[in-house]
């Protein structure tokens, strides 16, 4: 009884007097009696619990013996035989986990296995429970399967035997989310299913200890391993960042029990945690992790002095976080201190030790990454040999765990330098058949997969095998949607696609290096590109295969499409360890686990179209009014694809490359943001001096202006040499090709990779004094003095929106308001907007009241927009827009009361036709992915309006009136009548009116694009 009150409420008196208590109560029992094994048990308990405070190995062993008296000194017939033999394998298990004692392993896995035999009724769950951690432990051990599937099954017995009112469901539950994170790790469970079972269960069990117990710390620490686990599968930011807070709430949590476990775990954890801040770009955050890491690594090295297998792991722990720390600050020490670490850990290991393979596959790693720019074989041969060594100590299915298959792929790598340093068939061949193992398994995390299929890809590229290649890169580009599973958080999805930005270019161009249909290149380029586009118009039930194939499937697929995106309402619940936002991914990642097995339905089945890429018949439908360009950009050279309603060909550009397109990016970038950050000095400057009214404010105003105007000259001289280039490198090549058109013809752009950072719509030599291009056999060298052009995301966005296009488009609406108005010409913390008012009077002029809508002022809320524009057909925003070129989903509009941003605008589902966004950088796509096109006007386009007209830039706001006036009085007629068909002519329009105006630089009507049909 003593003992079991410290169980529940801990204090150091009561446990001596338990363990006095027991010594006392032996002294009086003669042998024989039958009390004894019960005493011995009693006083093994307060012994282990000693050892949990102490972590002194000889109070373990004296517990162990104290345990294995209980069992032999009782009778088969003693109904506590059981207790006694699961308690003596729970304590062979802490030993084990404190030497790596196999014969203390294999042990207690028989005793646990005759304990749960013995057993019947509610005792039968704590036997279970500690078979249970015995099996877990042997399956972490030897990625034994049997064992696995053995504990996933007492699993099933505890969880229907123990309900939410059994007294011992909470003994057990530790073990139980054990096992199913082992479950995952070895089963390669990318879906997180295991995890999702898991972590409602560990909540559990936090939720039900009291303030203060001395288990806290370590549950609270695996809480946290488990929220990262699953933020490597779904990527949801609020996994990452509810882990981050749980470890910070474990350092002021008390632990006086399992300080080794506890020191391990939280090793463990803070690496983990670095790492998943590395992928997000948060070096800072990476490096001050890892950190904590090493601290908590060497903090466990401390303890584990004297005992060889634990100062391995620790070392192990250490040197992981070395590595992620390298990762963070590029510092060479790290990597220096890393190799130290493990071979310190290889020397203290056993030969037969399962974790062998762990360390020389690090150990091997870090000399990869220490190898010269150009290594010799020389170089290359000991680091081979050593990572074969590590891939040999990872027998059977072991090897496709994750630091299995890493050794793999490192060893693969090697491989390939050392085919480029001596062009040895043999390491070719061997470096392919590697990576055929890893991405064939699919227990294998889908993102080593894809890695290894895009090193394999492009090794053979460097080798002039594009025909070979292009195999990988088509594996490759099935498993890219795997990036935005629907399960995961769109923000974490962007980074996870990071490493990936232009696989489905460099796939595009293979195909046609190795004599491939240009048909064929464009649909793989289509399925490599706008990822996490092409999982929203699915999740939105735009797609129609499925409802042909299964209308039932199609149906409930929709519907789990809505209940995902609600799912992302920021509205929910808050709390501590029950962090509300890591409660709306557990709802997330269960509504994804329906969707995924019907979609996996549906793909055995044949039907669907999931992970293919679109048909050629699909694309072709896209240029049914007019040619639609694609200007591919890749490493392994750049081409055009010319779609037209009959054929789809090819036309190479060898004045671009991906080099010089990504330069005039940067540099086009960096001058823009040196012209605003000019322009808000000069504002800063403009307002001190107003408020001081002296001349040192004069001057400094004066000064401000003068830099912004050089500002602006830069970036108008690199504007036009950009849009010259543009036209000798993509347009005319192109044009050359194109039929003869007429003035004003429809062409489409989509433009990939670097270039959508830039304005290839506009692409000419303006030479002449109104700003009009020189003729070149009596045509112009501009595209908007030849052309209507149009920017889009992908070419089958266009081909939806033809689909879509409906005669609504031409007429007023007959039921309510239908052009939406926002209007901020002031917005808090903004600068001024005072044309917007002259944009929402010239609106309020061509609408009659009762069919517009105007939102002003505090009305212009966040939630009041996005509300207007899933219930207006038309709309006209005014006010400032932001892009976060690093993080595009975090752009946004500047509202009342915030930023209505990319993501929530993605989430939401629109029936619009035409929305004008006189807002800035409402069109920038993100720098460090722009394939995946992710801005303002894009996810409006994408989720439902048919036409978007945004900026590439930040617009003067006279500029910007101008635009807008022009194009709304050219489409809207009598009554509220608005023909949306006209929009890019609309827009043409306007901008050959504005750049008429000598008064406007060229910049100001560059900037406008149309999207849409």
């Not at 936002?581 to 793909?603: M, N, P």
């Not at 992970?611 to 490493?635: C, F, K, M, R």
């Not at 050219?970 to 050959?992: V, Y």
């Amino acid at each position: 009884m003593l003992a079991y009150r410290y169980d529940r409420h801990g204090g150091l008196t009561t446990l001596e007097t338990a363990r006095d208590h027991a010594q006392h109560a032996l002294r009086f029992l003669h042998q024989g009696h039958v009390d004894r094994p019960g005493a011995y048990a009693i006083l093994a308990g307060t012994e282990l619990q000693f050892y949990q405070l102490s972590g002194e190995l000889d109070v373990l062993d004296r517990a162990v013996r104290h345990a294995r008296r209980a069992v032999e000194e009782g009778i088969p017939e003693d109904p506590r035989m059981g207790g006694f033999r699961s308690n003596l394998a729970t304590f062979l298990m802490i030993r084990y986990a404190r030497t790596g004692s196999d014969d203390d392993l294999d042990e207690a896995v028989e005793l646990g296995r005759t304990a749960a035999a013995t057993y019947q009724g509610p005792q039968r769950v704590l036997a279970l429970g500690a078979l249970l951690g015995t099996l877990t432990h042997l399956v972490n051990r030897r990625s034994d399967m049997a064992a696995l599937d053995e504990a996933l099954e007492v699993v099933r017995e505890i969880l229907e035997t123990a309900g939410p009112r059994s007294p011992h469901r909470i003994s057990v539950l530790g073990n139980v989310t054990a096992a199913l994170r082992a479950h995952h790790l070895l089963r390669g469970d990318e879906d997180s299913a295991a995890l999702d079972q898991a972590l409602p269960l560990q909540r559990e069990l936090l939720d039900a200890m009291p303030s203060g117990h001395p288990e806290t710390a370590i549950h609270v620490t695996n809480l946290a391993e488990l929220l990262i686990l699953r933020w490597r599968a779904l990527a949801a930011r609020e996994d990452l960042d509810a882990a981050e807070r749980l470890m910070q709430e474990s350092d002021t949590t008390p632990a006086t029990r399992y300080s080794t476990q506890l020191g391990a775990t939280r090793a463990h954890v803070f690496r983990a945690i670095a790492e998943a801040q590395l992928d997000q770009g948060d070096l800072q955050a990476a490096a001050r992790t890892a950190r904590d890491s090493v601290t908590a690594a060497q903090r466990l090295r401390t303890e584990a002095t004297g005992h060889p297998l634990l100062a391995g792991r620790a070392a192990v722990f250490e040197g992981n976080a070395w590595i992620v720390l390298h990762g963070a600050s590029r510092n060479p020490e790290s990597l220096a201190k890393a190799e130290e670490c493990f071979r310190e850990a290889a020397l203290l290991m056993q030969p037969d030790d399962p974790q062998r393979g762990v360390v020389l596959g690090n150990l091997g790693f870090v000399r990869l990454d220490t190898l010269p720019e150009v290594p010799t074989s020389d170089d290359l041969d000991p680091v081979i040999a050593l990572l074969r060594e590590a891939v040999q100590a990872f027998p059977g299915e072991a090897r496709f765990s994750e630091a299995g298959a890493r050794a793999v792929v490192n060893l693969g790598a090697a491989l390939l330098m050392r085919y480029e340093a001596v062009r040895d068939p043999a390491n070719l061949g061997e470096a392919l058949g590697l990576s055929s193992e890893i991405v064939g398994s699919e227990r294998v995390p889908w993102r080593m997969r894809l890695g290894n299929c895009t090193l394999a890809a492009d090794a053979l590229m460097l080798t002039g095998d594009p025909v070979t290649a292009v195999e990988w890169y088509e594996r490759a580009v099935r498993l890219l949607p795997f990036t935005a599973w629907r399960g995961a958080d769109r923000s974490g999805t962007e980074a996870m696609l990071g490493p990936f930005a232009g696989l489905g270019r460099d796939a595009a161009a293979a195909m046609l290096r190795a004599g491939g249909e240009p048909a064929r290149a464009l649909s793989l380029l289509e399925s490599g590109r706008a990822v996490l586009w092409a999982r929203t118009v699915e999740l939105q039930g735009r797609t129609t295969s499925i409802q042909r194939s299964d209308p039932e499937v199609a149906e409930r697929l929709a519907e789990l499409g809505r209940l995902l995106e609600a799912v992302d309402d920021p509205a929910g619940e808050d709390g501590g360890l029950l962090d509300g936002a890591s409660r709306r991914t557990d709802r997330r990642a269960a509504l994804s686990q329906e969707y995924r097995r019907l979609t996996t339905k549906v793909i055995a089945a044949g039907n669907g179209g999931f992970l293919e890429p679109p048909a050629i018949a699909d694309l072709l439908a896209a240029a049914a009014h007019g040619p639609v360009v694609v200007v591919n950009v890749s490493q392994w050279g750049c081409d055009a694809f010319v779609v037209t309603s009959k054929q789809i060909t090819s036309v190479p550009l060898p004045g671009l490359t991906a080099g010089t397109a990504e330069r005039s990016a940067r540099e086009h970038l960096t001058a823009h943001a040196e012209l605003e950050g000019a322009r808000h000095e000069r504002l800063t400057a403009q307002a001190a001096n107003a408020r001081a009214q002296g001349l040192s404010g004069a001057r400094r105003e004066q000064a401000a202006r003068s830099t912004e105007v050089a500002a602006a000259r830069a970036w108008g001289e690199l504007l036009d040499a950009i849009l010259r280039d543009l036209w000798d490198t993509v347009a005319e090549p192109v044009l050359h090709v194109l039929p003869a058109a007429e003035d004003g013809a429809r062409l489409w752009w989509c433009p990939t990779g670097p270039l959508a950072l830039l304005p290839l719509h506009a692409a000419g030599h303006y030479e002449q004094p109104d700003g009009s291009a020189a003729p070149t056999a009596g045509l112009p060298r501009t595209l908007l003095d030849r052309f209507t052009c149009s920017v889009i995301p992908t070419v089958m966005s266009l081909a939806r929106a033809h689909r879509d296009t409906t005669v609504a488009s031409v007429t007023a609406r007959a039921d309510g308001p239908e052009m939406l108005v926002v209007a901020l010409p002031n917005t808090p913390g903004q600068n001024p907007l005072p044309d917007v008012e002259h944009e929402r009077d010239v609106l309020r002029d061509l609408w009659p009241s009762s069919r517009l809508t105007c939102l002003e002022g505090p009305g212009a809320s966040r939630a009041a927009v996005a509300a207007a524009l899933r219930s207006h057909p038309r709309a006209h925003i005014g006010c400032h827009g932001m892009q976060n070129t690093d993080r595009p989903s975090a752009g946004g509009l500047a509202l009342h009361d915030g930023l209505l941003t990319v993501r929530d605008i993605a989430s939401a589902r629109h029936d619009g036709d035409f929305v004008m966004l006189s807002a800035c950088q409402s069109v920038t796509v993100g720098s460090v992915h722009p394939d995946e096109v992710i801005s303002l006007g894009a996810a409006l386009h994408v989720t439902g309006y048919r036409h978007v007209i945004g900026t590439q830039w930040s617009v003067d706001t006279v500029a910007a009136s101008a635009v807008a006036e022009d194009v709304h009085r050219m489409l809207t007629g009598p009554g509220g009548t608005f023909n949306s068909i006209r929009s890019a002519e609309a827009l043409r329009h306007a901008a050959l009116r504005l750049r008429a105006d000598s008064s406007q630089p060229r910049h100001s009507w560059v900037a406008f694009t149309h999207t849409g049909p």
